[in-house]
């Protein structure tokens, strides 16, 4: 029940995004959004707090958000209001999704041992898109067991360019 809430969530504001003909802008802004909750866990508290009114808490929106769209300040205020926010990552990654199949981008997965910075991850991205000859975008996550290196995820396609690969590579080429 809580995933299709959450689905219903994100359709709703990529339906307004739509029917504003802003897409793009309102993706934009959402990670923005995104970004600025999870690196602040002490203002996702203060979202979250019954100790101050709603009216107090929309204030605080409107402030840290000003630079956002009045429909992507008014959407996180309603999440605030129907006590949603718990969900707001798989709200907002499923937004993200739904622009992406609007726009025809492919979505992926850049699995390192550490996490990489913006340009890495955007040098791959423009990379893969020379290759795939569509728009990719990817989410870094961390996985320890590839040593070093990496390994990108699309569509069920693998790009292994991780040490673990390449020992398991030579482990192979041994037993011949």
């Known amino acids: 029940m809580k995933d299709s809430l959450d689905v219903r969530y994100a359709i709703a504001l990529f339906t307004v995004a739509k029917e504003d003909n802003q897409i793009k802008k309102y993706q934009s802004e959402i990670k923005m959004v995104k970004l600025t909750l999870d690196e ?3 203002l996702l508290n203060l979202f979250k707090s019954e100790f101050l009114s709603s009216e107090k808490r929309y204030q605080v929106v ?3 958000f000003k630079q956002n769209s009045s429909a992507v300040r008014n959407f996180l205020k309603i999440l605030i209001k129907n006590h949603r926010l718990n969900s707001y ?5 499923r937004f993200n999704s739904l622009c992406n199949e609007e ?3 492919l979505e992926g997965i850049v699995y390192s041992v550490d996490k990489l910075d913006e340009n890495k991850i955007h040098e791959l991205e423009k990379a893969l898109k020379s290759k795939n ?4 975008e990817l989410t870094n996550r961390i996985d320890p067991s590839l040593i070093g290196g990496i390994k990108v995820v ?3 396609h693998i790009y292994d360019y991780s040490i673990q690969n390449e020992l398991m590579n030579m482990r192979s080429q041994l037993k011949i």
Do not use: E, G, M, R
């Open 133 to 136: 000859k569509v728009d990719v």
């Open 40 to 42: 602040n866990q002490t």
């Open 89 to 93: 990552q798989a709200i907002f990654n």
């Open 154 to 156: 699309i569509n069920n």
């Open 62 to 64: 409107d402030k840290v």
């Open 103 to 105: 726009n025809h981008v």
